[in-house]
């Protein structure tokens, strides 16, 4: 399947959590002419607590840039926890352009706003030694959701996610959702923008937040999810089947795109200027 444009993020790339397996066939299977890497690619956090690089993540790595080679437009938004990148902004890597946020514009003139989100995270930004503390927290989490789902594997069960069912059952974590959500979409209307993209809550979702097109393509540890536009301007949230629920994916899995409603109306030819859960019903602007 070939795309006008994709974006991805929140790999973490360096944990044990990152499906690099079920991202490596996404990207084999499917092209496009631009790509936006939207934050935490790479996992600077957990690698400096402990080393964890196996051959998939090289793999990925590999196949983003081979991708820049052959012509796809790829540009790297940096996100909180590969901030290291933070300091390369404005400069290429074999390829890959480094901007701190972009501008996605429509042929229709509207402009999308494309930032990874943690300026948005009150936690990230006045409580830093918190969020440490969050991510250790969330990485206990998925440990305990490995050896659930091995369990429940064993039993023919499907897939099941704790720490997406915590989040969803947690008021605070709802409010947190939803305030996140509002704070990013005001914020794109405030600066001009018809609609932002971003990603780092891990909650793949599109709709309009008062007359703002709101979009997060999700995570590639859980819910293993990619925004895509298509030729003819749809946008679509398409989410990779999970085969197994073990860390490392040997099988080979089949792509089932999600069949959405009818087309958001913001997708053309695209042109980019840059600048210094799942989802079931989204709401068009």
């Not at 890959?96 to 494309?114: C, F, M, Y």
Request: glycine residues 6%; hydrophobic residues 40%; aromatic residues 10%.
């Amino acid at each position: 399947m070939h795309y006008r444009t994709v974006f991805i993020s929140d790999i973490h790339l360096g944990t044990p959590g990152c499906q690099a397996d079920a991202l490596l066939e996404f990207l084999k299977r499917d092209t496009c002419d631009q790509l936006y890497l939207v934050g935490d690619i790479i996992d600077g956090w957990a690698l400096r607590r402990r080393w964890y690089w196996p051959q998939s993540h090289n793999d990925v790595i590999q196949k983003l840039l081979r991708k820049a080679r052959k012509g796809c437009q790829v540009i790297f938004v940096p996100g909180n926890h590969d901030e290291f990148a933070r300091q390369f902004v404005n400069h290429h890597f074999g390829g890959v352009e480094v901007l701190e946020e972009a501008v996605h514009v429509t042929a229709d003139g509207r402009k999308l706003w494309i930032i990874h989100g943690d300026y948005f995270d009150a936690v990230i930004r006045c409580a830093k030694w918190l969020a440490y503390l969050g991510d250790h927290a969330y990485e206990l989490a998925l440990k305990l959701n490995r050896y659930l789902n091995n369990c429940r594997n064993r039993l023919g069960l499907p897939y099941w996610s704790l720490s997406a069912y915590l989040k969803m059952r947690v008021k605070k974590a709802l409010n947190y959702v939803s305030d996140f959500e509002r704070a990013v979409a005001h914020e794109a209307q405030r600066r001009g923008y018809q609609g932002v993209v971003c990603g780092h809550i891990h909650h793949a979702e599109i709709r309009d937040i008062d007359g703002v097109i709101y979009c997060n393509d999700g995570d590639w540890v859980e819910s293993l999810s990619a925004l895509v536009e298509h030729e003819d301007g749809r946008f679509e949230l398409i989410f990779w089947p999970r085969t197994q629920p073990l860390v490392s994916q040997e099988e080979d899995s089949l792509p089932i795109p999600v069949n959405l409603p009818p087309p958001l109306p913001i997708a053309q030819p695209v042109m980019r200027e840059s600048s210094s859960s799942r989802l079931d019903h989204p709401v068009h602007g």
